[in-house]
């Protein structure tokens, strides 16, 4: 019951914050990836921190991962490097450091 609490709290937080033109999906488990469309670095940023930011007042924290096309990437190359970067994020969490505190894609 907690674990599906946690999906269901992560996806509503998700929703809210979603950049226009943008689409989420549940990848498996306890994973979900956002692809936006026409989003600047920047906005995906802001996107990545206000969901952080809402989460850090539930009972539940989440990790996350950014890759950025601005090399024309095809979506395998860009879903492994956002998976690198949320395990990254989870170590670093592990750790007691923000998401911040080192470089993203």
């Known amino acids: 019951a907690v674990g599906d609490k946690a999906l269901v ?3 509503d937080i998700i ?3 979603l950049p226009g033109r943008s689409k989420l999906y549940r990848t498996g488990g306890d994973e979900f990836v956002v692809l936006c469309r026409k989003t600047s670095a920047e906005a995906a940023e802001r996107f990545i921190d206000d969901v952080k930011n809402a989460m850090s007042v539930t009972p539940f924290r989440c990790a996350a991962g950014l890759a950025y ?3 024309n990437a095809d979506i395998d190359t860009l879903y492994k490097a956002a998976d690198e970067q ?3 994020d989870k170590t670093r ?3 007691g450091r923000n998401y911040r505190e080192e470089a993203r894609l």
Request: hydrophobic share 35%; no cysteine; glycine share 0%.
């Open 9 to 11: 709290t992560m996806s």
């Open 15 to 17: 929703q809210v914050h």
């Open 69 to 71: 096309n601005h090399k």
């Open 86 to 88: 949320m395990y990254k």
């Open 93 to 95: 969490m592990k750790a």
